[in-house]
């Protein structure tokens, strides 16, 4: 009989991101610290991209912060940080 360690079952899940609901929590948290205030009803996630629909001055501060916020993303995600915020 021929098995195979577990780790080797779970490998194709890896890559798998997390819910959309942890990404949004997340995003929420990190932006919190900046100042923006961003609703979860707010963000939506396709392929690995987030994307905000707010005004522009939310927008803006987003835009001014992104690499701080992605960074504080990656502290929290880890490997399974979105690609892009736009």
Same mark, same amino acid.
């Given at each position: 009989m021929d098995f195979k360690n577990i780790s080797d079952l779970l490998d194709k899940?890896? %890559?798998i991101l997390?819910?959309?609901r942890i990404i949004k929590d997340a995003l929420v948290s990190v932006s919190s610290?900046?100042?923006i205030e961003l609703k979860?009803? %707010?963000i939506k996630i396709s392929r690995? *991209? *987030?994307?905000?629909n707010s005004d522009f001055i #939310?927008?803006?501060k987003i835009f001014v912060n992104k690499i701080e916020i992605?960074?504080?993303l990656k502290e929290v995600l880890g490997k399974? #940080?979105?690609k892009d915020i736009i």
């Open positions: 899940y890896k %890559n997390p819910s959309d610290g900046f100042g979860k009803e %707010n690995g *991209v *987030v994307y905000i #939310t927008k803006s992605m960074k504080g399974k #940080t979105p």
